[in-house]
């Protein structure tokens, strides 16, 4: 049996796999490790059978579409799961079969209505059911703090002690724990009352996560997040820097600036020479703004990431040498670079 744990900040995934025949599943991938995975998987000689998302995951963006469209494999949730794309619906005591490994399925609503647990052997995976000394909160979209109740005390804690817990969120560097030292230690545990119990997650008070809208978005549907838009897009352009394009600005090859913000921070101060066309006006626009296609371009904006989308879209319009001002405006007035004031 083969098995890794991954950290990004808070958010725990997981690997495990079939020492035999090297089939893996991976448990609540998170965005910002992708490559990671596939190296990781690579390198181990590993074959992933599986992506499973324990839940709706609010406060992440969870890197399963991402994966099983690359990788060809099938996405795992429970049946409760509002989400598109979902390959295989599974319900409470259903297994997963990964080589001669064996998940079982334990539905456990309370965090939210599609919360599963998956237990193999001596680990459970408890997705935010049931953290490190905490429980996952019951105040966003499907929780329930009545479900998770009941998902704690007559499940989870019915199982044996020494079974390793492995949850999908800890902040404080904790890496596992055990169902017999959550039972005895976990503050959220001690109160089996009912009422008491409710009463108490109700009470937590918690900030909402920063991006919920966008990571409910993006995990109910499969589409990109701002950050996957940027990142894509910018594997399609070069850059150069503040200090390289005031070296080309004063070199004899022409070179047009295309300023993509909005006209009132054009009209501010913007480059010398710098032609204005915003972002929403790129497509068409362009035409008329840079009638050849060969000009040679360096796109800018505030802080570089809308200059990077619009870059990539001019390179698509067949402006073959457009480049990005890394950092934009904000990394050029840095430096004390001269602006042009109108
Ligand atoms: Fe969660």
Known sequence: MIFHQFRAGGCLSYV??????????????EISLLERYLGEA????????????????????????????????PIVMHRAAEVRHVDLRVEDGEELLVGDLRLQVLHTPGHTLDSMCLLSGER???????LIQATGRTDLPTGDPIALHASLFEKLLLLDDSLQVLPAHDYKGRTSSSIGAERVNNPRLQLRDLDAFVAQMQSLNLAMPTHLTEALRTNRTGAKSFSQMLEEASRTVPFVSSRELHRRLKGAEPLTLLDVREKDAYAAGHLPGAVHLARGKLELGIDAAVPDPATRLVVYCEGGAISTLAAATLRELGYVRT????????????????LVFP
């Open 323 to 338: 480049a990005v001002l890394d950092g934009g405006l904000g990394a050029w007035k840095a430096l004390g670079l001269p």
């Open 124 to 130: 459970i995976f408890t997705g935010d059911t049931l």
């Open 16 to 29: 495990l796999a079939c020492g035999r025949s090297h089939l893996a599943a991976l448990i609540d991938p």
């Open 42 to 73: 690579s390198r181990a000689g590993l074959r992933l059978r599986y992506i499973v998302d324990t839940h709706t995951h609010a406060d992440h963006f969870s890197a399963t579409h991402t994966l099983a469209h690359r990788l060809s494999i």
